[in-house]
């Protein structure tokens, strides 16, 4: 299967356009994407070459012209050809079923990786980067919560680390799309998705949204970062230095609805900020999902004191 993927990449990469970075990228978890598709591809022409095959093969053979082909008018049925009719799309139908069975849990977003890049297992020792995605209208927040900074517009980490995505919007769903990383990723509102992935070339990626959220949707494209341990420690105290504090009251403003916003940094991050934007809290209104949650436990309790007080009364008064 390596050897036909290894022939068929050139074609597809043809095929693809200018841009072929889905068909080369640098993260270990799209690459196996690519092969999946490349695999699949495969598969499929084994039963969609012989077909176009044997149809120009049979006009060519019975043209008006050839008198020697055999005519038979009245023939009807061939157990063997039946058998090769059926059984061949069969047979790809399962190999497909359990390829993309197989796949679909090998690449689950939510799976912690099992390996850095073919050949290289995960050592045991590393510990992810933790990147916190909040898709505001219309730019990008990341919020790195192990070294205590934030960005807008801009994301980076080490090359060959694992990397966890915690996903989110605050208004309309969005989808989070770095071709070079990883498949994209929905962002919905009060809800939280996760993306396991990790770069294996340094270099500068683009990362946007793939799904249509608004007038300011064309502009919500950000910059990912592949970098060595040490450029990524300068990058980090780069924002450290020249950025200001992401208070609540200054997330309230950022959150405010912009289009062609420039990259900003934050050297500080209010504490539980991401989960107060993940539960709506950050208003603390009644949207809040903890006051709703605090709500439903308190009318609970409440019915659980009723029913008991009346069942108290009940057997005082038989």
Request: hydrophobic residues 45%; glycine residues 6%.
């Amino acid at each position: 299967m390596k050897a036909l993927r290894r022939l068929l990449l050139p074609c597809v990469a043809l095929l693809s356009g200018c841009h072929t970075v889905l068909m080369s990228p640098s993260g270990d978890l799209a690459v196996q994407q690519r092969d999946l598709i490349i695999d699949a591809l495969i598969l499929m022409l084994l039963i969609v070459v012989p077909v176009i095959i044997m149809a120009l093969a049979f006009a060519w053979h019975y043209r008006s012209s050839n008198k020697k082909a055999e005519y038979e008018p009245d023939w009807d049925h061939s157990t063997m050809l039946e058998l090769l009719i059926w059984s061949a799309p069969l047979l790809i139908i399962i190999a497909l079923g359990a390829l993309t069975w197989v796949s679909a849990h090998k690449l689950d977003p939510f799976r912690p990786l099992d390996r850095i890049a073919e050949g290289k297992p995960m050592p045991a020792d590393v510990k992810p980067l933790v990147v916190d995605v909040v898709a505001l209208d219309w730019k990008w927040l990341f919020i790195y919560p192990e070294q205590g900074i934030a960005t807008v517009n801009e994301v980076a980490a080490p090359v060959d680390r694992p990397i966890q995505f915690k996903i989110t919007a605050t208004s309309v769903m969005n989808s989070f799309f770095i071709p070079s990383l990883a498949g994209q990723i929905y962002a919905m509102p009060g809800m939280e998705t996760q993306l396991q992935a990790v770069i294996n070339k340094p270099g500068d990626y683009e990362g946007f949204s793939a799904n249509f959220s608004g007038d300011g949707f064309s502009h919500m494209r950000f910059t990912f970062h592949g970098m060595s341990d040490s450029d990524f420690a300068q990058w980090v105290q780069q924002a450290k230095s020249n950025g200001s504090a992401l208070s609540r009251e200054a997330y309230v403003k950022l959150e405010a609805p912009s289009e062609n916003v420039p990259v900003s940094y934050y050297a500080s991050v209010a504490p539980g900020l991401y989960q107060d934007i993940l539960t709506h809290c950050v208003h603390n209104d009644e949207t809040c999902t903890r006051n709703m949650k605090s709500s439903a436990e308190s009318g609970a309790m409440n019915a659980r004191k009723d029913s008991s007080g009346m069942a108290e009364m009940a057997a005082s008064h038989p």
